[in-house]
């Protein structure tokens, strides 16, 4: 067979301009800013890869389900559609809506996990950590030693470590530990996979314990896909197949739709413990709407039901995944360090690695981002010391283990083009690295600081 590009499996039907602001513009809008791209209005951008949650394209089939969307307040025909595509799905036997996956977290941590709680996962994504911490619990990270190092190149570097499982369940003791949690993918370790033989093991200490198994669902299609790609036996099982073994092994989930579910909102929680549901269904009267809704409209559990069952689609996942790892493939071998192997939503950058002379108090991977906006108003998102160095008394901080930038894919958004243009803008910063300085904060917020920090240059 000659070699054929894996090209975008969809023909565009609708367009969003991208506004093409010129250097002189996008200076002014980061002094506006204070240097924070998350100060920036969204046409000041050229290429959006801040997040790839919400920000995706809905295909036709979506938009003509909105059409039929049932806005009934109980009951609705859109629920029955949406719960019977989890089910088949997930096999859970109880399915609640949410308007997103943080609302998901806090329903079941709510009426599951209480203080004095350690709830270990590979590891725990910014907001289920704060819904764990925020019932007096810690949130603990038991990912494989190689998932946090960026250069390893693993094909599940977001396996659990089963041995430093065992030993927080003893050292804690069974009884404070009210659940295991699995990231699939690994998001907060650079979107990298969970194998199925991982997750076997996670269930039999799970069985060995008596403890349930909930996964963060928020990208289960990408990890089916990189189980087809990367483990043992699955190469000739269907991306569907795969993801019901991984449910199967779990007793329930919580979901981001605005990820793998290819809706620009909700999300869900689906568990098989009926009495745990009737509790977390009684939450969700109070703060998200009537089970049958759970905060979200007809029409987006109609764009929900249709999104997870076109995301499992082999064509899709094989361009989505090929995607993310062409534009890694590009910047690493122009030089650029990078979290290798590529992850499957993101690609992230080495800012430690590329800008050696900033010392972590001026922030290299804010300076990187910034220098991407300003050089082809590129917008990533820095997970460095802003976002999770940890401020001390004395004005000082305590640096984080890793500088990088994401460079996150919105799903079915951006064409090829789009990613070799991000590419040259990411290979033009890389060759002027000695040239980029650091940054100091001038403002910040005594919490979550890095989304309203302002910054200045060094
Ligand atoms: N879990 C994971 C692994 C996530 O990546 C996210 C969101 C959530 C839970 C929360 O879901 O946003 O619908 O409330 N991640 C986005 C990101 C925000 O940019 O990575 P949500």
């Known amino acids: 067979m000659p070699h054929r590009s894996i090209i975008e499996p969809f023909r565009i039907k609708s367009v969003q301009a991208i506004d093409l602001p010129s250097v002189e513009e996008r200076e002014q809008a980061l002094q506006r800013a204070g240097y924070n791209l998350f100060g920036l209005h ?38 029955f559609k949406f719960e019977k595509t989890v089910k088949d799905i997930t096999g859970f036997s ?37 819904n764990v911490e925020y019932q007096g619990a ?24 089963i041995t430093a499982l065992r030993a927080t369940i003893d050292d804690v003791g069974v009884e404070r530990i009210p659940m295991v949690m699995v990231t699939v993918t690994n998001n907060s370790g650079g979107g990298q996979p969970v194998s199925m033989a991982n997750l076997r093991d996670v269930r039999a200490v799970c069985d060995e314990y008596s403890l349930p198994l909930i996964l963060d669902a928020c990208r289960f299609a990408e990890n089916a896909w990189f189980i087809k790609l990367r483990e043992h036996g699955y190469e000739d099982r269907t991306p569907r197949e795969i993801a019901q073994e991984m449910f199967s092994l779990a007793d329930g989930c919580t979901m ?12 869900f929680v689906a568990l098989n413990n ?19 809704y759970g905060g979200l409209a007809g029409y987006d559990l109609e764009a929900i039901a249709v999104g997870l069952n076109e995301v499992l689609d082999e064509n899709y996942l094989r361009y989505r995944i090929r995607s993310t790892e062409y534009l890694a493939e590009k910047v690493y071998a122009a030089g650029v360090p ?17 800008l ?45 283990a890793m500088e990088l930038v994401r460079l996150a894919i919105p799903r079915r958004t951006y064409t090829q083009s789009h990613i070799d243009f991000v590419a040259e803008v990411v290979i033009d910063v890389a060759m002027g690295a000695a040239e980029i300085g650091g940054y100091r904060i001038t403002e910040q917020a005594p919490w979550l600081r890095h989304f309203t920090a302002r910054f200045e240059p060094v």
Request: hydrophobic residues 40%; aromatic residues 6%; charged residues 20%.
């Open 138 to 161: 810690e949130a603990r990270d038991l990912v494989i030693a190689e998932g946090t190092d960026p250069a390893k190149v693993l094909p599940f570097k977001g396996n659990v470590d």
């Open 256 to 267: 981001s739709a605005k990820k793998d579910g290819l809706a620009n909102i909700g999300g």
């Open 356 to 400: 050696p002379h900033i010392p972590p108090e001026q922030y290299p991977a804010q300076a990187l981002a910034v220098e991407l906006y300003r050089n082809g108003g590129v917008r990533g998102v820095e997970i460095g010391s802003v976002m999770f160095g940890k401020p001390q008394p004395d004005g000082t901080d305590i640096p984080a």
């Open 338 to 354: 990078i979290v290798r192997p590529a992850g499957g939503h993101a690609v992230y950058l080495d800012a430690k690695g590329l």
């Open 274 to 292: 009926a009495e745990l549901a009737a509790k977390c269904r009684n939450l969700l009267i109070l703060t998200e709407g009537f089970p049958t």
């Open 42 to 79: 969204a046409d000041e951008v050229i290429i959006d890869l801040l997040t790839d949650s919400g920000t995706g394209a809905m295909s036709a089939q979506q938009w003509a389900g909105m059409m039929l969307g049932d806005e009934s307040y109980a009951g609705a025909r859109s629920f």
């Open 94 to 130: 109880e399915v609640i809506p949410t308007h997103q996956g943080r609302a998901a977290e806090r329903i079941l941590f709510a009426n599951a996990v209480k203080e004095g709680d350690v709830v270990p996962s590979n590891t725990h994504f910014d907001t289920t950590r704060a």
